[in-house]
């Protein structure tokens, strides 16, 4: 049987993916952080599933898991490993606390490097084990390949994730691990419905508040308007069975919008997205000091 990691299993994505998976034959273990929510999985999932638990960002647990898998998998490799947990941290990146904008990188990018090189040798680098080597999957975004007002240290942290798949895929070619970049739209998860419990209050004195409340309504209607969790778990396990997957997969639930907008020249994106969220420059009145 085929065994695969998936991080942040949890809700969303993750779960949706794990559920994916099982129903494809593989076995999965999925990470989540909270024990309540290991003991909640394994009931919802079955006998297919084995929780693991694990903050992406701890170095040593997810060194722990790697050797719990290794243990199960009797000198075999792993098929693949999906690197799907993160978060999204909102706010202005002129007045958001550093400290916050480091968070999002370490969750989003270093932890994504922490687990990928715990599991490496379990998906083809260890040459004492048997089987084909394994392919890694990253969740990106659309945000990693463009950048929204307020989204900055997520849309930050794609991009880097992006970057860093690129030089890991061509890096891994030695081993013959692939690996391949999802990019979701706009998905109804979680990590949406959550906006509504954005404190945007700490910028109510700050020029960008209106702007921000705007955009917080938006991120809402998109934890209701987003394509359902499924089409990218189903997408994850095409890119693990696929002969030839492509080196990256972009999915939205507006195709055509996102091919009229990439098209649009940049000057022009900026002018329209300042428009809907109340950015455009506000002149001081004639004669004003």
Do not use: C
């Not at 990590?191 to 809402?220: C, F, G, H, N, T």
């Not at 969790?229 to 055509?256: C, K, N, Q, S």
């Amino acid at each position: 049987m085929r065994s695969v990691v998936v991080t942040g299993v949890s809700t969303g994505i993750g779960w949706s993916t794990a559920k994916e998976l099982l129903a494809g034959g593989f076995r999965v273990f999925g990470s989540v952080r909270r024990a309540e929510d290991a003991e909640r999985l394994a009931a919802e999932l079955g006998a297919g599933f084995t929780p693991l638990t694990f903050d992406i960002t701890e170095a040593d647990a997810v060194a722990a898991a790697a050797a719990t898998v290794g243990e199960a998998l009797a000198g075999g490799r792993l098929a693949g490993l999906v690197n799907n947990a993160g978060v999204a941290v909102p706010g202005p990146l002129t007045e958001l606390p550093v400290e916050e904008f480091r968070r999002q990188v370490e969750i989003n990018l270093t932890g994504q490097l922490v687990v990928t090189r715990a599991f490496a040798p379990l998906l083809g680098t260890d040459p004492g084990r048997h089987g084909p080597p394994g392919r890694i999957v990253m969740m990106s975004s659309v945000s990693g390949r463009a950048g929204m007002p307020f989204l900055g240290p997520y849309a930050a942290s794609k991009h880097a994730l992006e970057g860093l798949s690129e030089s890991l895929r061509r890096e891994l070619i030695l081993f013959g691990i692939d690996v391949i970049i999802i990019a979701p739209g706009t998905i109804a998860t979680p990590i949406w419905r959550k906006a509504e419990a954005i404190d945007v209050e700490p910028y109510a004195a700050s020029p960008y508040y209106p702007a921000a409340l705007r955009l917080k309504e938006r991120m809402v209607k998109f934890g209701v308007t987003g394509l359902p969790p499924e089409r990218v778990g189903e997408l994850v396990r095409h890119a693990l069975t696929t002969a030839r997957p492509r080196v990256r997969y972009t999915i939205r639930p507006d195709p055509l919008n996102g091919l009229i907008l990439g098209l649009l020249p940049r000057r022009w994106l900026d002018r329209l997205i300042a428009r809907r969220l109340g950015l455009e420059r506000r002149m001081p009145a004639p004669g004003a000091d």
